[in-house]
């Protein structure tokens, strides 16, 4: 079993809160360019282009906030207490503190998972699309252990 608990720290809540919206900028970027090939093919045939223009600029103008869109202070503050346990092969993330919020997903699900700084960030779509583990809130197993459930999908930034 592996478990990371603790309070998350402020560079890794902010470096979470980018990436996140930087992945939700990738989507509504793969949508604008959907919704704005359907206007250049509405207007070739010369229906609909207008409704279908406005709607690609009001995704691209989106998608560019999202990516240059400043840190929110309050979402950066908040205190996150996290629990995160791994064993055999399911993923239990519990949002301690207030009202608890607990979800299980299998380990599988987890697309990849990045080591920045000081904390892992796993993509796990169904278990809040990002999660963090935080190295020196490790309490049960070992870091080579935990890399070991990541191989292949394990990939490693300078913070």
């Known amino acids: 079993m592996i478990e990371f608990y603790g ?8 470096r979470a809160d980018k990436l996140r919206k930087r992945h939700y900028a990738l989507w509504t970027l793969v949508l ?4 704005g090939g359907l206007a250049a093919l509405n207007g070739a045939t ?4 207008v409704l279908f223009t406005v709607f690609a600029a009001l995704l691209a103008a989106l998608t560019v906030y999202l990516f240059v869109a400043p840190q929110f202070k ?4 908040e205190r996150m207490i996290l629990r995160v346990e791994i064993e055999g092969d399911t993923l239990t993330v519990t949002r301690c503190g207030g009202e608890e919020v607990k979800k299980t997903r299998p380990l599988k699900k987890v697309k990849k998972a ?3 700084g000081g ?4 993509y796990a779509p169904d278990a809040g699309s990002l999660v ?5 809130l490790l309490k049960k197993g070992t870091f080579d252990e935990f890399e070991a459930l990541f191989a292949g999908r394990l990939k490693k930034k300078d913070a």
């Open 7 to 14: 309070e998350i720290a402020l560079p890794c809540k902010q």
């Open 32 to 35: 604008t360019l959907i919704v």
């Open 46 to 49: 010369g229906r609909d282009f």
């Open 74 to 77: 309050n979402s950066c503050k």
């Open 114 to 116: 990045v080591l920045c």
């Open 119 to 122: 904390c892992y960030y796993l």
């Open 132 to 136: 963090l583990c935080q190295r020196n």
